[in-house]
C-alpha cells in the first residue's frame, strides 16, 4: 500500500494536468494489491499487471489475447460475462464479487471494479478490471454468519424476551433488536414490533403508561439500569411483564437498553392470591381485622377528601354458644361460612365485609348514605334468618344483631367501631335479631329473634 501511495503521488505531481484514465490505468496495473487487467472493446484480455498469476491464479500467457470471460465458473452465462456487456455497453463502471475459477479448477470470489478507459476522441473503449481475492473474508463472514445464526437459535430458546430498545432525543422509542419469544404474546412477532413499537407498548395499559415512561426516562437520566413491572392488555386478559435492562448513552446522545422482558402473569396471579390470603380469614373468606384496617382507612382517607359520612356495623350472631353447644364446632363453622357468604351475596363488591372476632364481623358501606345503609342492613338481617342449614339431617337457623355507627370525616375508625359496639350491644340488650342505631335507645328497625 505504502508503494501505491507513493507512485499516486508522483502521478498527481507528475502528470500535470495530464491526468488521463490510461495514466491512471498504468498506476495501478503496476501498483494495485490484485489482478489487474486491460480489456479490448471485444473484452479480450490485452495486459495484465505483474502479480496477475499470483492474485487471479492463471499465468498471464494463458489469457493475454484470449477473452476475459474465461475467468468465470460459467463463461457463457457468468455474471462476468453480463457485467462487462454493461461496461461496454452503457461504459458506466460496475462492481461486485464474482466467484472465478483458477487454472487449478480451484474456485475464489474475487471482489471485482470494471472501470472503462476513454483514451481520446475516436480510440476505442477499453476496460480497465481490478479485482481482489475475498474468498477467506466470505469465509469469515459466512463463519460470522453461521455462528450468529447459532447464537439466534440460542436466544430464541430463551424464556422471555431479549431485547435492544432505543430511545432518540425526542423521546422516542424504537425496538432495534427482539428475540423470538416476544411470539409468547398474542398477535406479537419480532418484525412487526422492531416495525412499529407502539405494537407492544400501546398495550400498556393506561394505568401504566405515565410510570412505565417515567422509569425509562429516569434510567436514561441517570444511566442506572432498568427494572420495571408493568400490564399489557390482550384480547384474552392481561399479561405482567417485568422488564430489566442496562442503559447507555450513545454519542449521538440516544440511549440504547440492552435487557429482557419476562411474562410474570402468572407470579402476579400467586402474589395477589398470597394477598387475598393474608388479608382473608381463612374459614370465611371475609377480611381479617388487619386487612379491614388497612382498606378501611383507605375507605375513610376517599370519604374525608370527599365530605362523606360513612355507615358502619357490626354484627354478631346470635346465641352461638348455644348453637356450638348444641350441634357441634363443626356445625358452627358450617353456620359461620353460611352466613358470611349471605352477607357477601346482600353486600356491593366494593363494601369491606371483615371477620374481626370470634362471631363478630363489621361491614363498612362505601358510598352509601345512613338512611340507604339501614334498608342494606335489614336485608341481610333478614336473609341471614332465612339460612336453613342442615346439620345431620335437622335444619338449622340463627339470627344476627348489628349496631350501626356513622364515621364522620374526621372521627378514626377506633371510635366508630366503638360506638357501633355500643349500638350492638344495645341491639342485644333490646332482644336480638335487630339493628340499633348509634344514639341511646334509637332502635332502626327491629325483628323477631329467638330470645
Ligand atoms: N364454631 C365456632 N365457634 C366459634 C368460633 N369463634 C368463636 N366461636 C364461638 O362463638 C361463641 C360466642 O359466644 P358468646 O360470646 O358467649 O356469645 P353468643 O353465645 O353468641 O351470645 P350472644 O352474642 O349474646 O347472642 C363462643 O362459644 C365461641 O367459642 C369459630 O371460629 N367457630
Redesign the pocket.
Known amino acids: 500500500m505504502k508503494r501505491l501511495r507513493e507512485a499516486w503521488q508522483q502521478w498527481r505531481v507528475g502528470a500535470q494536468g495530464s491526468r488521463s484514465p490510461a495514466g491512471l490505468g498504468l498506476l495501478l496495473r503496476d501498483h494495485y494489491p490484485g489482478a489487474v487487467m486491460r480489456l479490448d472493446h471485444e473484452g479480450v484480455v490485452r495486459e495484465v499487471n505483474p502479480g496477475f498469476e499470483r492474485h487471479a491464479g492463471h499465468a498471464p500467457e494463458q489469457l493475454l489475447g484470449q477473452r476475459a470471460v474465461l475467468l468465470d465458473i460459467d463463461p457463457l452465462h457468468g455474471e462476468f460475462a453480463r457485467a462487462l456487456a454493461h461496461c461496454l455497453s452503457t461504459r458506466q463502471p460496475w462492481q461486485g464479487v464474482l466467484l472465478c475459477r483458477r487454472a487449478d479448477g480451484s474456485l475464489m470470489h474475487q471482489s471485482t471494479v470494471i472501470q472503462p478507459l476513454e483514451e481520446g476522441p475516436g480510440a476505442s473503449l477499453q476496460l480497465l478490471v481490478m479485482q481482489r481475492d475475498v474468498t477467506g473474508m466470505r469465509e469469515r463472514g459466512l463463519q460470522d454468519r453461521m455462528l450468529l445464526s447459532r447464537l439466534e437459535g440460542t436466544l430464541s430458546r430463551v424464556p422471555g424476551v431479549l431485547f435492544r430498545l432505543r430511545q432518540d432525543a425526542e423521546a422516542r422509542l424504537e425496538f432495534l433488536y427482539l428475540s423470538e419469544g416476544v411470539k409468547a404474546l398474542p398477535g406479537l412477532t419480532p418484525d412487526l414490533v422492531m416495525d412499529d413499537a407502539e405494537r407492544l407498548l400501546g398495550r400498556v395499559l393506561s394505568e401504566d403508561r405515565q410510570r412505565l415512561a417515567t422509569s425509562l426516562t429516569q434510567s436514561a437520566v441517570s444511566l442506572e439500569p432498568w427494572h420495571h413491572e408493568f400490564r399489557l392488555g390482550f384480547a384474552d386478559g392481561v399479561r405482567w411483564l417485568e422488564g430489566r435492562a442496562i442503559p447507555q448513552r450513545r454519542r449521538d446522545g440516544d440511549t440504547l437498553w440492552d435487557g429482557l422482558l419476562i411474562d410474570i402473569t402468572e407470579r402476579k396471579r400467586v402474589e395477589q392470591r398470597v394477598q387475598r390470603l393474608v388479608g382473608t380469614d381463612m ?1 370465611t373468606g371475609a377480611l381479617n381485622r388487619r386487612a379491614f384496617f388497612e382498606q378501611g382507612e383507605a375507605v375513610q382517607a376517599r370519604a374525608r377528601r370527599q365530605g362523606q359520612r360513612v355507615p358502619v356495623a357490626m354484627l ?10 348444641t350441634f ?6 358450617r ?2 361460612q353460611a352466613f358470611a357468604m349471605t352477607c357477601r351475596d346482600c353486600l356491593r363488591p366494593y363494601d369491606l365485609f371483615a371477620r374481626i ?3 363478630e364481623f363489621v361491614v363498612m358501606l362505601v358510598d352509601s348514605e345512613p338512611h340507604e345503609a339501614l334498608a342494606i342492613l335489614e336485608r341481610l338481617r333478614l336473609a341471614v334468618a332465612a339460612i336453613e342449614l342442615d346439620v345431620e339431617g335437622q335444619t338449622i337457623g340463627f339470627t344476627v ?1 348489628l349496631g350501626l355507627a356513622i364515621l364522620e370525616p374526621e372521627a378514626s375508625l377506633d371510635a366508630v367501631l366503638a360506638l357501633a359496639d355500643q349500638a350492638l350491644y344495645r341491639a ?1 340488650h333490646e332482644g ?1 335479631n335487630r339493628i340499633c342505631g348509634p344514639v341511646e335507645g334509637a332502635s332502626l328497625a327491629s325483628g323477631t329473634g329467638p330470645a
Not at 354478631?316 to 353447644?325: A, E, Q, T, V, Y
Not at 357441634?328 to 363453622?333: K, L, R, W
Open positions: 374459614l354478631d350472631l346470635d346465641h352461638f354458644k348455644r348453637l356450638n353447644d357441634g364446632h363443626a356445625a358452627g363453622d353456620a359461620l372476632g370470634g362471631e344483631s342485644k336480638r
